[in-house]
């Protein structure tokens, strides 16, 4: 790949490539880390009687059922806490069916008996939108994994909700296909988790939201009905878009189950370049430049601050990754191309080079990764930032979308902000994200462990400052149990209002995934 | 464009382009066109009064509110009649508000005093969504018109529903995005109707569906509530997907006022290229020897067969257009690349090319357009198809996914049913279509006028073929007043129940566009 760029590449990666997926459940807890559970007051639902346990094991079998009275502790915290550790419940029971059937059996059981429920698939998500509040029953639909179908000639897929992303995308890559969509947390989310979230993730600017992606749906209501709205087809103008409903809602209008996503090819050259800029101005102008010469190529244009790559070189010390170039610089530019025709692409790359490091001079330093492994790292310095942050500490997230002039004036006025409160020596700000989509995710840490002053200064104060920017207080992660109070900075009343009445239409008794996204 | 490919132009193109959007309003009713109305009873809604007229008035300004009584009949035509004239309603009064506040009032009044009411952009569809089926009134959106704004960083546009395709496209070209959808009726249709009925069209391939595509709608309620869940942000994660409700809904659920839609830069080099192929099997081989060769630079993949092709060069006998290629052969296909780099795309062509002509033999023989004018003409001979079949005589349109080796199967039962019966001498069948998208157009023109026993050859008798086939009844044309008695055999019932649930929910006294989709 790219040897003609070679005289660029004066750093050098480490040929020890580190696995990119998050572990399936961190061993970290402490209770340094639990913050507070939501301030939701429990609803009226009822309590988990003997009686309901007996008849949900008869529905699931009994090693399905899981309670506090026969599990030990840290395999129910795995359902209970985020994994970050910020929020954590206490569910009566947690529930694992295996089929549509059981789904809908156990939904029409507590619909009737009015029982709250989370939805739940790797609990991955940044909101606490996948963990119990109070005691509501968790709906972990884990073993509900199986790719069904490959329809090897359209790239369609049908496959149940449980599915973990990157075994799926491993399942397609066998076939040449691809799942429009990466994230961090790939090795242990699921693809119905993130429909259900309409995740965003890495490859968002190049194939879209999952909103164009995903065909077509199978999901369970609250009271128990299964809604059929699968469709195998790329193209079905049959009434109203009813997997739109589920996309996105978080659990609370339904349970999906199994769905049917349009497979773009894998793409048969990939490379990735790694660049330094001296100011934000440069950062933005290598991205208009990336792509007017990149063109339809480009598959990802992320960034990082200086901030951000030093908590990643902190925490990966010994692992092999470091820092790729020679001297230290304020920002960082990763750019990914994805095509058909991998000499075009390379000649494409070299005419983006020839005019980001000449005439324009938007960038001071770079390297091009000479094989998978040292993509993989280069990679692995964007993506392991909210791991590293989320370790050195106890990390505020937020994730944003902001006019992109206007993007890195918030990680400013953040630091202004500890500086000015006297804290700015043990709560560290950083930048990153998706620069393509305009995401950005400003991480502080706490690396005394949670601080309430900290949080007093981040909050409301960051989503209003978003607010009055015409941003978007969550970009991908949703709103959970995190944001709900929030929404109004970023949703009409009138938008607030068409939700309410469509969550009574569709659940009527509240019982799905309560206390999230609806305050 | 191209040059070293022309020892394969063998035929000649004329150099006289025709236009390719269809007329305004076409001028040949007669008759012998009119089908009878949808035979749904009128509903319990009330009757138009004088009081009713004199309070629309008020808040339209006279001007703005058309009634039979004083307008010739023509004037009204053009909003009662569909524009293939199969269905024509016999509306009260055509409104015609300028803002989202003038809907807002309309629809509250409508709703308030049990008034039906159908939403119309360019009343350019294909199965009657767009016209009255009894005395509805007519709310046309074509005074909102304006763009509102372009972000010329992003390319996210804000426009009014009312603004004709055409001129949004001409719009964007200027600053150099366009609209990611066309087609054919795109001088007359316009964006709002787009986004309500979900239209598909030429660019689905690349582009993919408006559902992706459009950020945010603007909608006004049945009660006259105005849902503001419009954004101007490419990645925005707060709450349910309400713009999707609109999308699709065929003004059943909404009247979208206003939308923002995320624009593709326009692409600097755009290629064309028409095969011939002996069969459909080579078809399907050539489609998919460009998704290999052509890959991310794939823009359109279309198809015709020979009897669509003699309809167009029929009626365009004199304008200029002909045949490209010297002999008659039984397939033809398409296909357009769009990308950044024109060396690089001719070169991917010129792949393909020797690969469909070489080894592989998928094409017989084939041109490729060397200038503008030329690629105009190629594009005529396919997107003329409908208007010269609608043209010949009365047409029974289908428009249907397949899986796509079935796809030409339709077509040829199609024809050894009329012949069966003894009418292929009158009843043409063609079938052409979005290949890339497996979506067929059937046509059946029936040269004698409307006849009742062809009608009575292909209903139900398509659609059920198409449902046992696990195709879709409408890939693209939507519903409407024409297959609400259809619907189940694309959907499931209880993806039916949900679509009441929904209705009854957003438009409980069933005002807004009755007797459309939902029987």
Redesign the interface.
């Known amino acids: 790949m790219l040897a003609f760029l070679s005289p660029l590449r004066r750093g050098a990666l480490s040929a020890h490539a580190t696995p990119l997926a998050v572990s399936v459940w961190p061993s970290r807890w402490t209770a340094r880390n639990l913050q507070t559970a939501s301030t939701a007051a429990r609803g009226t639902f009822a309590s988990l009687r003997d009686e309901d346990l007996q008849k949900l094991r008869q529905i699931l079998g009994a090693k399905n059922v899981l309670t506090p009275q026969e599990v030990e502790t840290e395999e129910l915290a795995r359902y209970n806490r985020d994994w970050m550790g910020k929020w954590e419940g206490r569910s009566a029971a947690i529930l694992k069916p295996a089929s549509t059937e059981e789904v809908s059996l156990v939904l029409k059981y507590a619909n009737d008996h009015n029982l709250a429920v989370v939805p739940q698939g790797g609990n991955t998500g940044l909101v606490g939108g996948s963990v119990p509040v109070h005691d509501e029953l968790v709906l972990s639909l884990l073993r509900m994994n199986a790719v069904e179908d490959l329809?090897q000639?359209?790239g369609i897929v049908t496959v149940q909700a449980g599915c973990v992303l990157e075994n799926l995308d491993q399942y397609l890559a066998q076939h040449d296909f691809m799942v429009p969509l990466d994230l961090g947390a790939k090795g242990t989310c699921t693809i119905g988790g993130n429909a259900a979230?309409?995740a965003?993730g890495l490859r968002?600017l190049r194939y879209?939201?999952l909103?164009?992606?995903v065909l077509g749906v199978e999901a369970v209501?609250a009271d128990g009905?299964?809604?059929?709205?699968l469709?195998?087809?790329?193209?079905?103008?049959?009434?109203?878009?009813?997997p739109?409903?589920f996309?996105?809602?978080e659990g609370t209008?339904g349970v999906i189950t199994k769905l049917t996503i349009l497979c773009p090819?894998r793409p048969?050259a990939v490379n990735i370049a790694f660049f330094a800029c001296a100011d934000f101005d440069r950062v933005q102008r290598t991205f208009?430049l990336a792509?007017?010469?990149?063109?339809?190529?480009l598959s990802a244009v992320e960034f990082c601050d200086r901030s951000a790559i030093d908590f990643v070189l902190k925490r990966e010390a010994g692992t092999g990754v470091r820092d790729p170039l020679e001297e230290k610089h304020p920002f960082y530019v990763l750019i990914e191309t994805s095509?058909?025709?991998g000499d075009?692409d390379e000649?494409?790359l070299h005419n983006f080079l020839e005019a980001a490091m000449g005439e324009e001079s938007t960038v001071l330093d770079g390297v091009v990764a000479a094989d998978e492994t040292q993509a993989r790292a280069i990679w692995r310095l964007r993506e392991g930032v909210s791991d590293a942050m989320t370790t050195a500490g106890y990390v505020y997230k937020y994730d944003v979308?902001l006019?992109?002039?206007r993007m890195y004036e918030l990680v400013e006025e953040t630091r202004a902000r500890l500086k000015e409160a006297g804290v700015e020596d043990t709560a560290k700000a950083a930048g990153y994200g998706?620069l393509g989509?305009?995401?950005l995710h400003l991480n502080v840490t706490s690396l005394s462990g949670r601080d309430d002053k900290v949080h007093g200064l981040l909050e409301p104060w960051v989503f209003e400052w978003v607010s009055q920017a015409?941003?978007?207080?969550?970009?991908?992660?949703?709103?959970g149990q995190c944001?709900p109070n929030f929404?109004h900075l970023?949703?009409?009343d009138?938008?607030?209002?068409?939700?309410r009445?469509?969550k009574?239409?569709?659940d009527p008794k509240g019982i799905l995934n309560p206390y999230k996204?609806l305050a």
Chains 1, 2 share one sequence.
């Open positions: 329809d000639r359209s979230t309409n965003g968002y879209g939201s909103r164009g992606n209501l009905q299964v809604v059929n709205s469709s195998a087809l790329r193209k079905d103008n049959t009434g109203y878009g009813l739109q409903l996309i996105g809602s209008l090819p048969k208009a792509r007017q010469k990149l063109g339809e190529v095509g058909s025709d075009h000649q494409k979308s006019p992109l002039p998706h989509d305009a995401n015409h941003g978007s207080i969550s970009a991908e992660h949703g709103i944001k929404l970023s949703k009409a009138s938008a607030i209002q068409l939700m009445t469509l009574s239409a569709l996204v």
